[in-house]
């Protein structure tokens, strides 16, 4: 990597304390020859999040295509590193979630953004790592039943080690997104709502890590049982949106099985297909430790999760309404006052 490029990538370092190394790709990647020609590329890991980092070789007018071809190829987050990008592209890059260090900015979705303007921080922030969701998932959904929350009706609760459990814990103290009191020998932990709910639900991640398809009918007789909970556009139906597509959540250790193993799979959307959204955790065991469960239907994933796993899928008026809508819910029987 070219010096100056090593010396911005270290300001990260330096200035935030974030951890980065360069790691080996997990797949071999074919690209286009003029891509290797045009960009430096390499794969880093920054905290918790894996990254694709490219660098342009030549000082040309940039073309979103490819790097979006890329980011496609690796299948991972994309970090774009040049000393000077032009606004338009900054622009794009922002809108699309797609991070990038130059001398003006920097963005490290969902790391932190750093705007050049008197040294001013505008937003730092780190996200909780996806382990520790469903406990975060776990204090929020009941939160209002509990003044305090203790280690043992955590392990009641939630399927964790004890060990984990301390560690994930800890994380949360270290976010500073739970308080902690002492009572004799017990820890005794409540939400620092000091912090807003609506920024509180932006330190949480997407469940999903892999999105494919597979044959209706083939689905249908792995889920006989209705074992699988509705997700994406199909669980927003509740909120004035119909859609045909069939869209579930699963576990992506339940995908391990021989049985998932004889089905035809597809990257991309056809008809008769269902979208099967891989989760990094159990949605079925989100859905168990909501106390107030009857409100909710139960063939869908809890409401959270699901507004996390809708992304950027606002494009259309009539899913940014529902999704809109889905959160407004969400804060209107979980959210708080900022103290």
Not at 201 to 220: A, C, G, H, N, Y
Not at 314 to 337: C, P, T, V
Request: aromatic share 12%; proline share 4%.
């Amino acid at each position: 990597m070219k010096k100056r490029n090593t010396k911005l990538l270290n300001t990260i370092k330096d200035k935030f304390s974030l951890s980065i190394s360069f790691i080996k790709a997990k797949q071999n990647v074919k690209l286009p020859p003029i891509i290797k020609m045009d960009y430096e590329i390499f794969t880093i890991k920054i905290e918790f999040i894996d990254f694709v980092l490219i660098s342009p070789k030549h000082q040309e007018p940039e073309s979103i295509k490819r790097i979006n071809m890329i980011q496609e190829k690796y299948n991972l987050p994309l970090l774009y590193l040049s000393e000077n990008i032009i606004l338009p592209l900054q622009q794009q890059f922002l809108k699309s979630h797609i991070s990038f260090i130059s001398e003006q900015m920097i963005y490290l979705y969902p790391l932190l953004l750093l705007k050049k303007n008197r040294g001013e921080i505008i937003e730092k922030r780190k996200s909780i790592p996806i382990s520790v969701q469903p406990l975060m998932l776990y204090i929020l959904y009941n939160d209002k039943y509990h003044e305090y929350f203790d280690i043992e009706t955590f392990q009641s609760e939630l399927n964790y080690s004890t060990p984990s459990l301390y560690r994930h814990v800890k994380d949360l103290e270290d976010l500073s997104l739970i308080n902690v009191k002492k009572d004799g020998r017990t820890k005794l932990f409540q939400l620092n709502k000091k912090i807003s709910f609506k920024d509180m639900i932006k330190l949480l991640r997407s469940p999903v890590k892999e999105t494919i398809f597979i044959k209706d009918e083939d689905f249908q007789h792995i889920n006989k049982n209705n074992t699988y909970c509705l997700a994406g556009k199909s669980a927003l139906n509740q909120y004035n949106l119909a859609v045909s597509e069939q869209c579930y959540a699963v576990f992506y250790k339940d995908t391990k099985g021989t049985a998932w193993d004889k089905l035809n799979y597809s990257s991309r959307y056809y008809e008769e297909y269902d979208e099967i959204q891989k989760w990094y955790y159990d949605p079925k065991s989100i859905i168990e430790i909501m106390k107030d469960l009857h409100a909710y239907d139960q063939n869908n994933i809890d409401p959270i999760s699901l507004y996390l796993s809708l992304g950027d899928s606002g494009d259309d008026i009539r899913i940014g309404d529902a999704i809109e809508m889905l959160f407004e819910n969400i804060e209107r029987i979980y959210g708080w006052q900022t103290i």
